[in-house]
């Protein structure tokens, strides 16, 4: 474990989320203002975290991935697009028609994946150009769908967009319940224990999110497929030696990555809100990227890189919700631009080796060739 | 390797063409024109006018270049083009058209398509496009320009140098749009918090309804002597290309408000507001639209739809648009009106005292007996 790395990460994101405690005191209890902070963080970082792991599948096992970007648009579409068509053409129920939807969209990013797998393994294609290739297909494909679907002439829907059957629900953590009885008849002591619970309140593919982190780690670093995976990416002629079949274990790998890549689609459009907008992902595989980067090619690494864009996120939003009692020399912290780049200053810093060495699998990026 | 060429350049072109039908409004109206626009026109009075006859005198052609974005993006594009579509409706315009931007750098050459084309009248539909219309103006003197939401700045400087005789700014006045909603949500909140997610504030029409908002929840607390907290949070963080296009930040921004007490959420700012929207309907909790009357295009969030700053963009639209065609239309900047939408499935929540107040307020902005106070622009 890079501990090192670690305490750097919480660190910042104590600094961050403590900011925002300082600024708003006069107007909001800290904790309050703490478990609001890490409940957006936890919300903000899911792609990202997704996102990241897709990275950490593909280039431990020796695939440069910049395609995920891609991978997550158009998992995003089909996502959405196969819960409408099964809530709306099959009448299923909202509920299974959302299941459905997600798993849409985990086998779509596995798809694209499927295909950048091809290309860069098989064909032996520069593998930036393969993902660049599938940011550009992702781009055109959901926005020339997603017209002709919905906005064309004899569309399947006539030229509007039906509704969606909705998001995935809140999972409730039921912390409240389990400690109110302990607060007496105190209202402060509810009021904090909800404040708790807040946090706890997240949506299914967050929570599946940070489960994935861990199960990640474990798989890459303590079973046989781990240790095979990182052998493929860090010297692949020693693994085939020893009678690892390179090829095969690359193409599992980056359509696992494609699946972690489609399920951080899944949280735009089934998640977060239910609508497809062409180019939603916004920049968030390309984010996700220098989280994995930052994260050291780990997958907890990653996760914690992810909370950090998150945090500096929720700092963003919570202080401009503050806006009228910042201090006068705390100011300058409303400019976004400044908190905005936090992040990406933080990964420059940690690319140069300040703050423990930053090291890709040795065969990151290089086509294997017996 | 031949083999991997070939499969290389099959991808690339294959991914090239998808990207291009993609946006397909962007190529030349020769090949758009095969959508909705000609259907419109064969329902025109005039029998069957083309493309090739707006180069014509007596044929009138109005064209409109979406801001990025679609032209049925529930809000801002879609308004306009109802508002070209209107003057069709009322015979001003024998054929209407769009184009919808896909990247702000073909903003140019959307407007010049249609420059080219012989239209009479180009709308351009957004701030964004401010700069691109200015310079088409000088390029085609002959054609009228409509920009909506675009403040002509230069009738207001010394310098006539760059006074343009053929663009006319559409604008409204948004503060007094976010000023109705806002007192409308001071006076529902029951926690007396009540936000705003709104794109960039350097976009002087988002910050007028930010800032309205804010004044509009004062001056109700004055009648009611209440104190309101108003939350309003910009996406200043990310460039034009972004900032109104963000659901899941606006979401998770009406999130962040909802947990630190707010019950209402007005999100003004295209895809991002939208996003906002959608989260506090689905929470329960009053949700306030923009631009148009969002119970009818966001079915989502209907339910909880409280209302919506609307601008009244179609009536003047339409009315620029048979200014334009009778002449009478003045370069410079044109004032629409502001409003708000009605209550819909909330109509029974809203109680006849806050329904009467709002009366009065919206009389009280129509007369100037009120003013939201608010800059023009961010200082």
């Known amino acids: 474990m890079d501990w090192k790395r670690f305490g750097f990460i919480a660190l910042i994101i104590t600094i961050l989320i403590g900011t925002v405690v300082y600024v708003g005191q006069t107007r909001q209890t800290p904790l309050l203002i703490i478990t609001s902070m890490l409940a957006t963080t936890i919300a903000v970082a899911t792609p990202l975290t997704l996102g990241a792991l897709s990275g950490v599948y593909c280039e431990r096992a020796g695939v440069v991935n910049i395609g995920i970007e891609g991978m997550m648009l158009t998992a995003a579409f089909f996502g959405w697009l196969g819960g409408i068509y099964m809530f709306q053409i099959y009448g299923l129920s909202a509920g299974i028609s959302i299941t459905l939807g997600v798993f849409f969209a985990i086998i779509t990013g596995g798809l694209m994946a499927l295909l950048h797998a091809a290309l860069s393994i098989t064909f032996k294609v520069d593998q930036i150009i393969g993902g660049t290739v599938i940011n550009i297909l992702a781009v055109g494909l959901t926005g020339f769908l997603n017209r002709q679907l919905f906005f064309g002439k004899g569309s399947v829907f006539g030229g509007t967009v039906p509704s969606s059957p909705g998001v995935l629900p809140t999972i409730h953590v039921p912390i409240t319940e389990l400690f109110a009885p302990l607060c007496g008849t105190s209202a402060v002591c509810l009021e904090n224990v909800q404040a708790i619970n807040r946090v706890f309140d997240q949506k299914p593919i967050a929570i599946a999110a940070i489960l994935l982190v861990f199960i990640s780690h474990y798989i890459l670093f303590n079973t046989r497929w781990g240790l095979r995976t990182r052998a493929v990416g860090e010297h692949p002629r020693a693994a085939d030696t020893v009678g690892i079949n390179v090829i095969k274990m690359r193409y599992a790998n980056v359509v696992i990555g494609g699946m972690f890549a489609?399920?951080?689609?899944?949280?735009?459009?089934?998640?977060?809100?239910?609508?497809?907008?062409?180019?939603?992902?916004?920049?968030?595989?390309?984010?996700?990227?220098?989280?994995?980067?930052?994260?050291?090619?780990?997958?907890?690494?990653?996760?914690?890189?992810?909370?950090?864009?998150g945090a500096s996120q929720a700092l963003l939003i919570n202080m401009q919700i503050f806006r009228d009692v910042i201090?006068?020399?705390?100011?300058?912290?409303?400019?976004?631009?400044?908190?905005?780049?936090?992040?990406?200053?933080?990964?420059?810093?940690?690319?140069?080796?300040?703050?423990?060495?930053?090291?890709?699998?040795?065969?990151?990026?290089?086509?294997?060739?017996? | 390797m031949k083999k991997l060429y070939f499969v290389m350049a099959l991808l690339i072109v294959?991914?090239?063409?998808?990207?291009?039908?993609?946006?397909?409004?962007?190529?030349?109206?020769?090949?758009?024109?095969?959508?909705?626009?000609?259907?419109?026109?064969?329902?025109?009075?005039?029998?069957?006018?083309?493309?090739?006859?707006?180069?014509?005198?007596?044929?009138?052609?109005?064209?409109?270049?979406?801001?990025?974005?679609?032209?049925?993006?529930?809000?801002?594009?879609?308004?306009?083009?109802?508002?070209?579509?209107?003057?069709?409706?009322?015979?001003?315009?024998?054929?209407?058209q769009f184009i919808e931007t896909a990247d702000a750098k073909d903003y140019a050459k959307n407007i010049a398509t249609f420059g080219d084309a012989g239209f009479d009248v180009v709308v351009t539909v957004g701030f964004g496009l401010g700069e691109a219309t200015l310079a088409a103006g000088v390029t085609y003197p002959d054609v009228k320009f409509i920009g909506v939401d675009q403040f002509q700045a230069w009738q207001f400087t010394e310098d006539t140098a760059d006074d343009s005789a053929n663009v006319t700014g559409l604008n409204f006045p948004e503060d007094q749009a976010g000023f109705l909603v806002g007192a409308l949500a001071a006076m529902m909140s029951e926690s007396h918090v009540i936000g705003a997610v709104c794109g960039t504030d350097v976009v002087p029409p988002v910050w007028r309804y930010g800032e309205g908002y804010k004044a509009g929840a004062l001056y109700a607390d004055g009648m009611n002597s209440t104190t309101t907290e108003v939350q309003v949070v910009y996406h200043s963080d990310v460039g034009f290309d972004k900032t109104f296009t963000d659901p899941e930040w606006g979401a998770q921004t009406a999130k962040a408000m909802m947990d630190n007490g707010a019950d209402a959420v007005f999100g003004c700012g295209g895809l991002t507001g939208n996003g906002a929207i959608t989260a506090a309907a689905q929470a329960g909790k009053y949700a306030i639209g923009v631009d148009a009357d969002q119970y009818l295009t966001l079915p989502e969030a209907a339910p909880q739809m409280l209302s919506s700053a609307m601008k009244l963009i179609v009536p003047g639209v339409a009315e620029l648009v048979a200014q334009a065609k009778d002449g009478s239309i003045a370069a410079g900047n044109y004032t629409g009106s502001a409003g708000y939408a009605p209550y819909h499935d909330l109509e029974g929540a809203v109680s006849d005292e806050v329904k009467a107040a709002m009366e009065e307020i919206n009389a009280g902005l129509l007369d100037a007996s009120i003013t939201p106070g608010v800059a023009p622009a961010k200082p």
């Open chain 1, 262 to 309: 489609g399920l951080a689609g899944a949280y735009f459009t089934i998640e977060s809100v239910p609508s497809f907008e062409p180019l939603l992902t916004n920049g968030r595989g390309f984010i996700s990227l220098a989280a994995m980067i930052f994260g050291n090619w780990t997958p907890i690494g990653a996760w914690a890189a992810a909370l950090v864009f």
């Open chain 2, 14 to 96: 294959a991914s090239m063409i998808l990207a291009a039908c993609g946006a397909p409004a962007t190529e030349a109206p020769a090949a758009g024109a095969t959508e909705a626009p000609v259907a419109a026109a064969t329902e025109a009075p005039v029998a069957e006018v083309t493309l090739d006859d707006c180069v014509k005198e007596e044929v009138f052609c109005v064209g409109l270049v979406t801001d990025v974005g679609k032209v049925n993006d529930k809000s801002f594009n879609q308004s306009a083009w109802e508002g070209v579509q209107q003057s069709q409706v009322d015979g001003a315009a024998d054929l209407v």
């Open chain 1, 327 to 370: 201090p006068p020399q705390l100011s300058f912290l409303q400019e976004s631009y400044i908190v905005g780049l936090t992040p990406y200053i933080l990964t420059m810093i940690i690319l140069t080796g300040i703050i423990g060495r930053t090291t890709p699998p040795a065969a990151d990026g290089v086509a294997y060739e017996k």
